[in-house]
């Protein structure tokens, strides 16, 4: 500096130097769109996957309807209430304590690999064994359970329900278990597994009353039908998965500041500044200029100029990077 300090800080120079210092307008991000994600849920399957799994269960409720139908030799409307993505772990694994307990039928490719169910609501249960009946005394205790004829006769409807479900596409080949589940969930499976839960609701063509229920299929099992191209896992090796991850890694630009020197003044000093002062630095002619990344020093170097722009000259490595520093030489041009 040149050697002159004097007491002028008036208040046109602080409003100045607030200017200076103050922040910039900022963008209003209020009105900015952001689509929530929510990491604690499953994508298995994609915007498109998932508009293609619509197209496929609307399918699937044609299906289904027409089955219905023809077990309750009545007319009966299926409609696709929802098709989502589940954890496992979402799924209860312990009887229910409500008297009336669900009604479960899993299947799969054979009785020791089951992959899905169909989970019928005890109230829903009851509801289509007394349309398999063409009994209406049932409802004068919509909380009973089923006998074991209704039983059995829920058992033929869902097994053929499965059957139906079955022949809507050539990947699939699944088999009913033998007998249904009542209360006690029947799937063993991690919590991490990811289930595609196809809610559908049933009703008489002339009634406005429907019943719930649904199928529950591992998202794997559904690929083919979203358009999602399986990739075997055993084709990639440890090995072969951290050399994809370094080199997406290594292709990520990373900012590198070279910083020549610093120095510390008072706020009256800086205010006082004028062209042609001298600003002492804190750092001696023949000591290392820093390249800085990420607010730590990982090179020292000397100033430089190439191509007409100012460069740094690398002599050696910060303790950063571990082990004694080593001489480089080699050149980095600072922005």
């Given at each position: 500096?040149s050697?002159?300090?004097t ?5 046109e120079?602080i ?15 209020t ?10 849920e ?19 409720a ?8 023809e077990?309750?030799?009545?007319e ?17 694994n312990?009887?229910?304590d409500s008297e ?60 053929a ?7 809507l ?15 006690q ?5 991690e ?26 299929i ?30 997406h ?28 002062d ?16 990420g ?30 520093a ?10």
């Open positions: 500096m050697g002159r300090v007491n002028s800080l008036s208040r120079k409003q100045q130097l607030l200017m200076a210092v103050g922040s910039k307008p900022t963008e209003d991000i009105q900015m769109e952001a689509t929530e994600y929510n990491w604690r499953p994508h298995y399957f994609n915007s498109e996957q998932l508009v293609k799994l619509d197209d496929f269960a609307q399918t699937a044609t299906a289904v309807a027409e089955k219905f139908s077990f309750c030799r009545s009966l409307n299926v409609t696709i209430a929802s098709t989502t993505q589940h954890f496992a772990d979402e799924f209860p312990q009887p229910s009336q307990k669900d009604y479960y039928l899993p299947f799969g490719a054979n009785q020791e690999q089951m992959c899905g169910l169909i989970g019928i609501p005890g109230q829903a249960a009851l509801n289509w064994a007394r349309q398999l009946l063409g009994d209406s005394e049932s409802e004068k205790d919509p909380g009973r359970g089923l006998s074991q004829l209704e039983e059995s006769l829920l058992l033929d409807l869902v097994s329900l499965v059957e139906v479900f079955s022949g596409d050539e990947s699939f080949d699944f088999h009913s278990a033998k007998s249904i589940a009542k209360g969930w029947p799937l063993e499976m919590g991490t597994e990811e289930l595609c839960k196809i809610s559908f609701d049933v009703k008489k063509a002339d009634s406005e009353k429907s019943s719930e229920a649904y199928f529950l591992l998202c794997s099992e559904l690929g083919s039908v979203a358009g999602k191209a399986e990739q075997d896992s055993a084709d990639f090796s440890a090995e072969d998965v951290s050399k994809l991850i370094l080199g890694l290594q292709e990520i630009p990373v900012s590198i500041t070279g910083q020549l020197a610093s120095a510390v003044l008072t706020f009256e000093e800086i205010m006082d500044l004028q062209p042609d001298i600003l002492l630095l804190d750092k001696r002619v023949d000591q290392p200029t820093e390249l800085i990344v607010g730590r020093t990982v090179y020292y170097g000397c100033p430089a100029k190439s191509a007409g722009k100012y460069a740094v000259t690398i002599t050696n490595t910060a303790a950063v990077f571990g082990g004694d080593e001489n480089i030489n080699s050149s980095i041009e600072t922005k």
